[in-house]
């Protein structure tokens, strides 16, 4: 017998007993409630004789010793009645559970398409059944994204493995290579490898913000955008791109690194996507609860059906438009996963001029702490 049949017939068992106590002590009360009054007639004999208009008959009645015997009688009989209805209620109580624990081990197994879909009546199992579908729903789209997404880590990582290889193979098949040209293929392959590494860095980013947070440290976001900002304008810089910022103190709560990584992608994912002479305007400022971060710049026009797809990893609106290729299609899903990882509000428009603007509302530190004491209470109860 495995153990879940145990706890299964344990919990029948528990609820039979319960249900079988009840309908018990029910009994017990009802024969109370008619033995104590005839117990009381018989102990209250007339000294005189009969009373004035009392009929009495010339049976013998039931005296006191039957009537405590029928009782106990009846109490004994009523211990297996009670164990036999105790045991039909906890089994037809039971069954939907069962019938919801068999179909959630079907789809637990692999068949994730599958549903429990209860119907009527709406009660507590119908709603729990309700809810174990939207936390399948939620389980079959993490594991199709996370299939999609080894996919193409394993194609954009093949790539360069594939070009390294290649160039490696050339170099040494070549009877006439001088130190000139094997030093050549070596860099080729230094740069192929740090492609590779910087690769593998934005799909550790992105696997760690999908994580979730597990620190909540006080920031202003705009020391952090500051910082971000120094870091990138000689890169903005070398493309010809005007990076233009308006901060204000904007304090709020979060993983530090997580989202310096947010404000990094925006900005390099802003300037990369540009052009020359076009700009990027950077505001971070705090709105009544919330902590905004905006980040618009110029560029290529982009479709308004496009920009949800923006956000999905390895996704290119147009590969290499920009002419440099160091882009990975990771920087918007990385920022989509850091916001999604501190409950913000991510939106992003197309701009008719060319250029994309990306908003991130953060709750501000004193509504974060609120709002995380709150989902703390309820992840661990009363």
């Not at 979060?254 to 990584?261: F, K, N, T, V």
Request: charged share 20%; with cysteine; net charge negative.
């Amino acid at each position: 017998m495995t153990s879940p049949q145990l706890a299964r017939r344990s919990l029948q068992t528990r609820l039979a007993l319960a249900y079988a106590a009840g309908i018990y002590a029910a009994g017990v009360f009802v024969l109370i409630l008619v033995d104590v009054p005839l117990v009381g007639i018989h102990a209250a004999k007339p000294v005189d004789g009969p009373s004035p208009g009392v009929i009495t008959g010339t049976g013998s009645g039931i005296g006191l010793p039957q009537l405590l015997m029928g009782s106990a009688v009846a109490l004994v009989i009523l211990i297996p009645v009670a164990l036999a209805l105790g045991w039909y209620v906890a089994g037809r109580f039971l069954h939907p559970l069962r019938a919801i624990t068999a179909t959630a081990r079907v789809i637990s197994a692999g068949n994730l398409h599958r549903r429990l879909d209860l119907g009527e009546p709406m009660d507590e199992l119908t709603e729990l059944g309700h809810t174990l579908d939207d936390l399948f729903a939620r389980l079959q789209a993490s594991f199709d994204a996370q299939r999609h997404f080894v996919a193409n880590a394993s194609h954009e990582l093949r790539t360069p493995l594939a070009g390294l290889r290649t160039l490696l193979e050339v170099a040494l098949a070549d009877p006439d290579a001088d130190a000139g040209s094997l030093r050549a293929a070596c860099e080729e392959a230094l740069a192929l490898g740090g492609h590779q590494e910087r690769l593998v860095e934005a799909l550790l980013a992105l696997a760690t913000s999908e994580r979730g947070v597990t620190r909540w440290d006080t920031l202003d976001l705009a020391h952090v955008v500051g910082g971000v900002l120094a870091s990138r304008r000689h890169l903005a810089a070398e493309a010809g791109v005007d990076l233009a910022e308006h901060l204000t103190p904007a304090v709020t709560a979060g993983d530090p690194r997580l989202i310096e990584s947010l404000v990094a992608n925006l900005i390099d994912n802003a300037v990369r996507h540009n052009h020359a002479g076009g700009h990027v305007k950077v505001t971070a400022e705090t709105s009544g609860e919330e902590v905004v971060l905006t980040v618009a710049n110029s560029g290529p026009v982009i479709p308004g059906d496009q920009l949800q797809r923006l956000f999905q990893p390895f996704q290119k609106l147009a590969p290499d438009r920009n002419g440099r290729g160091d882009g990975y299609g990771l920087g918007l899903a990385i920022v989509n996963a850091v916001a999604e990882a501190h409950h913000a509000t991510l939106t992003a428009g197309a701009r008719p001029e060319g250029g994309l603007a990306v908003t991130v509302r953060f709750a501000s530190a004193a509504h974060q702490a609120q709002l995380v004491t709150r989902r703390r209470t309820y992840s661990t109860g009363p």
